[in-house]
């Protein structure tokens, strides 16, 4: 009974920790139900050789015995990079069989019109035999619509984990707000006898009703969302176009009972605070916040930001280019982001203290920030939680692809670039014209892991290394020939002379000799193979450079006769340099959407609770003399600067992660190139300034209004 009228009188206070979790229910309801579609997608249909009941393809995989234990073995098996035509005798045999229909741009599967068991005791073990829907392997969309649905896990499962995080964030903040703002209630239910556990249950209960009725709104919500977060992921890029979400069950109850676990756990700890606050509290009425964060909180805190602090540094020193990874980069921060958040209370005041404002309303504005520390803190947490998230995220993921540009730019002496499919040969009087292909190599690394390496296949070695400027550490590029590797510092075996055991583009087995090895720089410095061992591969690039005497005009008239396009090297650069992916940036942006309506949703609720709460203040300052304009500026600039405290915060924790990012560029051998997103920034920051102005705006004209006009 004391918990129903108790949701009945706070349920204004409540409704943003409602709309927190009914938010984060259904963001994990609708990406749960993406990700149960991409684990399971449905059956297609074959194109290839639809008309053909059984698919004879080649191999195209290598699959290596891998080390999964002491004792304990496994076969791991990767795409080929060149997978090989189906052998012209087994053709022949085939063709004895029924029909064989053959597709002339990609030989490396046929398709035959006869029985199975025949297909198979003819192929054995010289090929794969796909019947039904596995015929579909064969299709060139296969490898790519799979390749796709990783990117959709990914995307998917960090913005259901960004969404979780928040919705504890937000909960838990909206919860110690709520408290902070009863103390006096608790304080006569203990003056009336009332336990702390009393007390505890009381908020446990209220957080109760709340998750069960946010998690079932949720669940309905993120059903309705599920659809059009999946056709945003199809036109973004990110999903195959295929792609929608199916009629799986669990995702709602992991999104049901994990609504409801985060509304428990957001006020548990504040439960506890509220149970410790004595019938004292009942006869104070001072504004000045004191003792505003128990000792429990500053040794979490500490806690925390010495361990995202040591992580930090410690990966600096063992694994620098794990740094790099877009894994690493987008949960590492939330270490730092919860750390800084929960010593909010303790670092708001020395910040706002630094803060000087002009005139007598400026003063009232900092003085009031600084003695309600609890009050600047609430406002200043979610913001500090979406400027960290969007300058770390996106600033890590520019940086990272600045430096991968920069580095692109330096290993480039060419001055004209020609690109094909395929090219064909030609003289150039008066140029160097170096070619080379895509291609692949494949290596086991401490017998564990079979790692594919992109490579270049170089035709001729002495041009290469003209039109070249790579970071070569040791040895000497012009040492490639068809019995050796180029390799970089991030492989096993990496010394100059050693004999390294890989496996070509096509499958092939091979023992090469490293003939130089590269800085390992930001991971694109990959291997460099000769045309002999690049298991078929086309040349897809030309790189020229011509004498002084030569006549431009003229050799640019006969690369024309390659068959590929021409390029200037610095626009060639500017078109293909690497940059953050457009599916990457998406995945970033709805991460990011999802904190900024958290965050709105957390400067609403908190402002209107406060605002509500200074009822007397505001009637103090109407009798001496503040008119209502002043008295709704002086609010407004409060909410203002404590946006603007959480802003500094946030960009504190940015230049931590961005610092981090940086020294692991140098410490790479990596062009250092820090992009900062400051016009997300900007959008992130100005959102939540005028959520807080307007909802402050409009909560103290109804508070004023309701008071005589007259002091």
């Known amino acids: 009974m004391l918990t129903w009228s108790s949701l009945r009188t706070w349920w204004p206070s409540l ?3 409602f709309v927190a ?3 984060g229910v259904a963001a994990m309801t609708a990406t749960g139900l993406g990700l149960a579609s991409s684990l399971d997608p449905p059956a297609r249909q074959p194109v290839r050789f639809a008309g053909s009941p059984v698919v004879v393809m080649a191999r195209s995989t290598l699959t290596v015995e891998v080390r999964r234990g002491p004792d304990t073995t496994a076969h791991v098996s990767k795409r080929l990079a060149h997978p090989q035509p189906v052998d012209k005798e087994l053709l022949r045999e085939l063709r004895v069989l029924g029909s064989v229909q053959q597709d002339r741009s990609r030989p490396d599967a046929v398709g035959i019109d006869a029985p199975v068991a025949a297909v198979r005791e003819v192929v054995g073990d010289r090929a794969h035999v796909l019947t039904g829907d596995g015929r579909r392997a064969a299709d060139p969309e296969a490898a790519r619509d799979a390749e796709a649905l990783v990117g959709v896990n990914s995307l998917l499962g960090t913005a259901g984990g960004v969404a979780a995080f928040v919705a504890v964030f937000v909960t838990a903040s909206t919860f110690a707000f709520v408290v902070a703002l009863r103390r006096r209630e608790f304080g006569l239910l203990r003056m009336a006898g009332a336990t ?12 109760l009703a709340v998750g069960v009725l946010a998690s079932v709104a949720g669940c309905a919500l993120g059903r309705w969302g599920a659809p059009r977060l999946a056709r945003l992921l199809v036109d973004g890029g990110v999903a195959p176009s295929w792609f929608a979400v199916g009629d799986a069950v669990w995702p709602y109850h992991a999104a049901f009972w994990t609504g409801l676990t985060v509304a428990l756990a957001g006020v548990w700890a504040a439960s506890r605070r509220a149970g410790r606050i004595g ?15 128990p000792w429990s909180r500053r040794l979490i805190g500490c806690g925390l930001l010495a361990a995202g602090l040591g992580l930090l540094v410690w990966t600096l020193l063992t694994d620098p280019s794990e740094l790099l990874k877009r894994k690493t980069y987008t949960t590492q921060p939330m270490v730092l982001i919860t750390a800084v958040a929960a010593l909010a209370p303790v670092l708001v005041r020395p910040v706002v203290r630094l803060v000087r404002l002009p005139g007598a309303t400026g003063l009232l504005i900092r003085e009031n920030a600084a003695a309600s520390v609890r009050r600047t803190a609430a406002v200043a947490a979610p913001v500090l939680v979406t400027v960290a998230l969007a300058g770390s ?9 600045a430096a991968k540009a920069a580095e692109v730019r330096e290993r480039t002496a060419a001055q004209s670039i020609v690109t094909g499919e395929e090219l064909r040969p030609v003289r150039v009087p008066g140029a160097t014209v170096s070619g080379t292909g895509a291609t692949a190599v494949f290596v086991r690394e401490e017998g564990s892991a079979l790692i594919r390496v992109d490579a270049r296949a170089v035709t001729e070695v002495r041009s290469f290394a003209a039109v070249t400027r790579l970071p070569v550490v040791a040895g000497d590029i012009r040492d490639l020939d068809d019995g050796s590797i180029v390799v970089n510092e991030e492989w096993e075996q990496h010394e100059v002379g050693a004999r390294v055991r890989v496996w070509l583009g096509d499958g092939r087995p091979v023992s090469l000799r490293i003939a130089a090895v590269l800085a390992e720089g930001t991971g694109d410095n990959g291997a460099y193979v000769t045309a002999a061992n690049a298991g078929g591969a086309a040349v897809d690039r030309l790189e020229v450079r011509f004498a002084k005497d030569t006549d431009r005009a003229a050799a640019v008239r006969a690369l024309h006769a390659t068959g ?9 650069l ?3 340099s690497p940059r953050t992916k457009s599916q990457t940036r998406l995945g970033f942006l709805v991460v990011l959407g999802i904190a900024l309506v958290y965050a709105a949703i957390a400067l609403a609720g908190t402002l209107a609770m406060a605002t509500a709460a200074r009822r007397t203040e505001l009637r103090s300052l109407r009798l001496t003399g503040a008119t209502r304009a002043q008295t709704t500026r002086a609010l407004a600039g409060e909410a203002l600067l404590a946006v603007a405290v959480g802003a500094l915060l946030g960009l504190a924790v940015t230049a931590v992660n961005l610092a981090g990012t940086a020294t692991a560029l140098g410490r790479l051998a990596a062009p250092v190139v820090v992009d900062m997103p400051w016009t997300v920034l900007g959008i992130c920051v100005g959102g939540c300034a005028a959520v807080a102005v307007a909802v402050t705006v409009f909560h103290v004209k109804q508070q004023v209004g309701t008071e005589s006009g007259t002091p």
């Open 15 to 17: 409704l943003g920790a």
């Open 21 to 23: 979790v009914a938010l």
């Open 196 to 207: 702390p556990g009393q007390v505890r249950r009381l908020l446990l209960g209220e957080a």
């Open 279 to 293: 019938p004292a509290a009942a006869l104070r009425e001072a504004s000045v916040d004191t003792d505003v964060m």
């Open 393 to 401: 995220l996106l600033g890590s993921a520019g940086t990272v692809s």
């Open 564 to 572: 590929g396009t021409v390029r200037p090297a610095a626009e060639w």
């Open 574 to 576: 500017a078109d293909t």
